[in-house]
């Protein structure tokens, strides 16, 4: 195979990467123009939706399909929402492309709201990311200047808005339902679907929540077609029908215990022991790894047996994690206490568990406890079955939750314990000498809060 | 009502309107009238949420429930002139985050949330920031810090101390 040369980050690390001249002089914008002089809203549409190109934010839902499911004819207004709440611990791909390359995120949001008649956009972006911020609304100042923005786009009977909207410290808010509720200025708590948010979205009207990397897929299917994004990535199972396969270009975020860590560019599929030894340059120190997360604390773990899965939709799946998640990748050395890591996981959930939904709020909060206690050299052994308990029971899988925030705090638990198990029982007898086969109900210690 | 009788300022006010055109309900300014006053109040009272809630035709509640959705938002005093978050997530976890937190907190003499005497510093936890390449990291202001270290960690205290805090555009 050729190597790949990226595309997402070509222009990431140019000097000047964020302004509109750098950008044009790169060739940005050739491809909005062309679709808006050669293509129709249903023609671009349809061109998007044979790449099977899929949401890129953590779901894996084909873009072209979700897009498909506004109401035909609709009186408007359309909105179309980016999702730049990028929350999900690992993960730092839509920062980069924020602060270094604004405009190819532009150019794709403002190619998506042409194929989807969609007349405003609102980019939803954490509160976190104040130089992200600040570019994007540089770069669309700079696109109303040029005439990419507002009425009557490049002469075409197109008009378009887009106004930046900032989160307040809410991982929720990242999930779809969730952030529209957020946008209308409520708590953000996800909707129960139907009506999905193309029928019935922000405001009541028909709406597409889109992720910042897979907009900027849209920029790059406009700029090199349809043959190309084909090209790349891991094709459909032919046994599976409704498999849409693994095209294009993808970020990954390497981050712990690598010597490099960052964000690299790949063809879906590379396998995590790729990614860690040719792009993160192997595990730091000189050390062995012991697991990595595959895309996002929500995935779950990979054992290092594990390393060489595929990192395309459907590869982290078949090893028992929840899926390719953000394709942030966490490696974990062996020095690591897998008690800590999941203590880790389980605290992060609990805080950001938005309350709604009762299996979820207990869930999140008791897992965290339960950890507290077997850190503290209390553990029972019995603790161990009453968080696959809670792992099994949360989220939407086993449709006790509204959302998948809880799938995504059930996946570590569950990972952790069954891939890890022999390890938890060490360290729970070795803390709990005398109290390691107690099953009776126990108090749980106070969790120290904050904020 | 007087303006003498209002916490909100003109400029507050006028900053929260210009926002009114961009959405279709007087509702969805709620966020952005939020981070208008608590980005030049440091905090938001109770009193500017009733006046939120005057602008935004919205009942108190209504305001006052997304904000403390959020936990974003302090009410009852400001946060400290330089507003820190330090990320504990597991990137940064596996990097020193934890240990880089107790130590500013050690060093500062507060607990996490809390702000110091001289109101200089407020200092929190944060999951992850999403600079997870340059772990373990803390969000100061508007300036991320990258790769911290004890030492780091430190001169940020120092620099806090002086006034020559790192609200700036350093990035």
């Not at chain 1, 909060?365 to 968080?387: P, Q, V, Y």
């Not at chain 1, 029971?393 to 198990?421: E, V």
């Not at chain 2, 940064?92 to 937190?101: D, K, P, S, V, Y």
């Not at chain 2, 001289?118 to 340059?134: N, P, Q, S, V, W």
Request: aromatic share 8%; charged share 25%.
């Amino acid at each position: 195979m050729p190597k790949f040369e990226p595309v997402l980050l070509a222009n990431v690390g140019k000097p000047n990467s964020h302004t509109l001249k750098v950008y044009e002089g790169q060739g940005g914008y050739r491809a909005l123009k062309k679709v808006l002089a050669e293509s129709t809203p249903s023609g671009f549409l349809e061109a998007v939706k044979s790449t099977n190109l899929r949401g890129r934010g953590g779901a894996g839902f084909p873009t072209g399909l979700k897009w498909s499911f506004l109401p035909k004819d609709h009186l408007g207004p359309i909105y179309m929402c980016i999702n730049a709440d990028e929350s999900e611990p690992g993960t730092f791909n839509n920062r980069i492309l924020m602060e270094e390359d604004p405009h190819q995120i532009l150019e794709g949001v403002i190619l998506s709201c042409f194929a989807t008649r969609a007349t405003t956009a609102y980019i939803y972006i954490r509160y976190e990311y104040p130089l992200s911020y600040d570019r994007m609304h540089s770069a669309i100042d700079e696109c109303y200047a040029a005439g990419y923005l507002g009425k009557k786009i490049l002469g075409r009977d197109f008009s378009l808005d887009i106004f930046m909207h900032r989160g307040a410290a809410a991982y929720i808010c990242g999930e779809e339902t969730g952030l529209i509720e957020s946008l209308e200025g409520k708590r953000a708590w996800p909707r129960i679907k139907p009506p999905f948010p193309a029928v019935e979205g922000v405001f009541h009207k028909p709406t597409v929540v889109n992720n910042i990397e897979t907009v900027c897929c849209v920029t790059q299917i406009a700029a090199r077609g349809v043959e190309w994004f084909k090209s790349i990535g891991v094709p459909s199972d032919p046994k599976n029908p409704r498999d849409p396969g693994s095209y294009g270009p993808k970020l990954y975020c390497l981050s712990g215990h690598v010597n490099k860590p960052g964000c690299y560019e790949a063809p879906l599929g590379i396998t995590c022991r790729q990614l860690i030894d040719e792009f993160g340059g192997g595990v730091w120190k000189g050390r062995k790894a012991k697991a990595a997360i595959p895309g996002g604390i929500s995935m779950g773990l990979l054992t290092e047996a594990e390393f060489d899965t595929p990192l395309d939709f459907s590869g982290p799946g078949k090893v028992g994690c929840l899926g390719l998640g953000t394709a942030a990748v966490v490696v974990l050395d062996e020095t690591v206490s897998i008690v800590d890591f999941l203590h880790n996981s389980c605290r992060f959930f609990a805080h950001e568990s938005c309350g709604q939904c009762t299996p979820c709020r207990e869930g999140t909060a008791w897992s965290l406890s339960m950890l507290e206690r077997i850190k503290a050299g209390r553990g029972r052994l019995r603790d161990l079955d009453l968080l696959l308990e809670i792992g099994d029971t949360i989220g939407i899988m086993p449709g006790t939750t509204i959302c998948g925030l809880a799938d995504g705090a059930a996946w570590p638990i569950k990972n952790a314990i069954r891939k890890f198990r022999a390890e938890f029982e060490g360290y729970i007898k070795r803390t709990n000498p005398r109290g390691y086969m107690m099953t009776d109900a126990v108090e749980a210690l106070p969790v120290v809060g904050a904020h | 009502m007087a303006t003498a009788d209002r916490i909100l300022t003109d400029e507050m006010i006028a900053a929260i309107e210009a926002y009114f055109p961009r959405y279709p309900t007087r509702q969805a300014v709620t966020l952005p009238a939020l981070h208008v006053v608590n980005e030049r109040l440091r905090y938001v009272p109770l009193e500017a949420v009733v006046e939120i809630g005057e602008l935004l035709g919205l009942a108190p509640a209504e305001v006052q429930d997304t904000l403390s959705f959020y936990g974003f938002f302090k009410q009852d005093k400001p946060h400290g002139e330089t507003r820190a978050w330090v990320c504990r997530s597991i990137s940064c976890a596996l990097r020193g985050g934890e240990e880089i937190l107790d130590h500013l907190c050690h060093v500062a003499g507060v607990r996490p949330g809390q702000t110091t005497a001289d109101g200089k510093l407020t200092i929190e936890f944060a999951e992850c920031l999403g600079a997870c390449d340059y772990a373990p990291c803390m969000l100061a202001g508007k300036a991320l810090l990258k790769n911290l270290t004890k030492e780091s960690a430190d001169e940020f205290l120092a620099e806090v101390k002086r006034g020559a805090s790192a609200n700036g555009k350093k990035s």
